[in-house]
């Protein structure tokens, strides 16, 4: 279960940094909550493209992400395994060791490249669909083949 607190004073500044994820929204009271928050915003009208547009697409990203660095990892995992059994477990070197270093960065770089260009659909579209926000809620991102 994740967590989301939105406050705009002084006064929910522990509501804030208590939650997973703080939206902080600069009013009359102060800036103590814009402050202490993850995201600020300046007027509660903006909270609605911040939940349900950038909200939708950070979570799809960052869950098939995951997915991607799980299979990626797992990959990884069952050539070194492979090899290890093939040269009889001697303790030769899969790969040279330069290219184990870069690994991760590359592929990692390349994955956040295309995810970062990566539109489903329209901020428009988004908020004026509300079935665009049920994977999401079933978790249907984070159990993909």
């Known amino acids: 279960c994740i967590t989301l607190s939105i406050g705009d004073g002084a006064n929910d500044v522990p509501m804030i940094q208590g939650a997973h994820i703080g939206v902080g929204i600069r009013g009359k009271e102060g ?12 007027q509660f ?15 799809k990203r960052i869950a098939t992400f995951l997915c991607y660095f799980m299979y990626k990892s797992a990959v990884l995992g069952c050539s070194y395994i492979i ?7 001697t303790g030769k070197l899969t790969f040279p060791e330069g290219l184990d270093m870069i690994f991760n960065p590359l592929t990692s770089t390349a994955a956040i490249i295309v995810f970062a260009t990566d539109a489903d659909c329209t901020d428009a579209v988004a908020l004026q669909s509300p079935q665009l926000y049920s994977p999401g809620q079933q978790r249907a991102y984070m159990n993909q083949p």
């Open 31 to 42: 800036s103590a909550a814009v402050q202490a928050c993850d995201f600020a915003i300046s």
């Open 83 to 89: 090899y290890a059994h093939t040269v009889n477990f």
């Open 45 to 59: 009208m903006f909270l609605r493209n911040l939940m349900f547009c950038h909200g939708r697409r950070t979570y």
